[in-house]
């Protein structure tokens, strides 16, 4: 295969979603890590091709969707207390805090920019050198080198008004919460492909065997998801709990040692707040004291408080898997993309979001 097309080849897809019927002898619940996955099995209608005994369910991860509201109120007050150019990417605008969300907070005359890269945010601190700016660095390991990269470049440049205020959060020690949990219902992971080629498979090792959980790490295609199910279906058939690679064009075991010793540098592990899940214990990425200068927590005295959920956002059953976004009564009604209650709704990794903009059956069930 050479072009993303193949990957959605309807005749392989039949083709896989057969093999999988015929794999798949008991009941089984699967749960895709990733918002890119579930935004293509939701899109695509994957799961529709399934037998009724496979289950999928969505993970936490959508790194818009677990950021807590603590770090937006944070976000917030540098724009508006502190008068920092507050940089972004744009999913993260419109994500209810505790507070107001950061587009009010532009509408109030917070300086608040959508950017498409942490080193743009860089470049916006040399043009302002007058002025304090802020990147408001989110994410997974995905990310973790670039927004790295511009704590780096910022230091290498004598770039003194420039920082970052971190959300980092990890996969694996989040698949552990998850797999610990009293009701767990997840028996085998679809692990995220792009964390993979950035951080390797040696952490899925012992997640595997400590837990008896098959994990498959999977692309992004329909073919992709569709071969990380059959795999992740004969492992639990067969007894087996083992980390097998389907996305080998781009995942190597050790993934991108260059990118993952830039990570190092610049971050260490630290616990962290996951937004309707709660703090899971060194699951996140914190600026290291060497490059404090450059952390916008250390810099700046930021309010600290409490993260809250709106009582009816159900967010957090959504990502351990507990619950689909249907589920929710205010889905398609009280929270729709244009008002959204959870950040699900807003994010463009978002289950309710992925489940609102594609599925009619759910927005009729609630109509
Ligand atoms: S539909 Fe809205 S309120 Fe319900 S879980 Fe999703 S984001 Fe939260």
Redesign the pocket.
Known sequence: MKYVDEYRDAALVHKLADAIKRAATRPWTIMEICGGQTHAIVKFGLDDLLPENITLVHGPGCPV?VTSAELIDQAVELTLQHNAILCSFGDMLRVPGNGIDLLTAKARGGDVRIVYSPLDAVGIAKANPTREVVFFAVGFETTAPANAMSVLLAARDAVPNFSILTSHVLVPPAMRALLGSPDNCVQGFLAAGHVCTIMGLDQYGPIARDYRAPIVITGFEPVDILEGILLCVKQLEAGRAEVENAYSRAVRPDGNLHARAIVDQVFEITDRDWR?IGVIPQSGLGVRSLYAAFDAARKFPLTSTASS??T????G??MRGV?K?H??????T???PEH???????SSE????A??RYRSRALESVS
């Open positions: 969707c309707g959920t709106p009816e956002c159900i967010s059953e959504i619950k976004p589920d929710c009564p205010a889905f398609g009280r929270c729709k959204p209650l959870g950040a699900p709704m807003v978002g289950a309710c979001a489940y609102y």
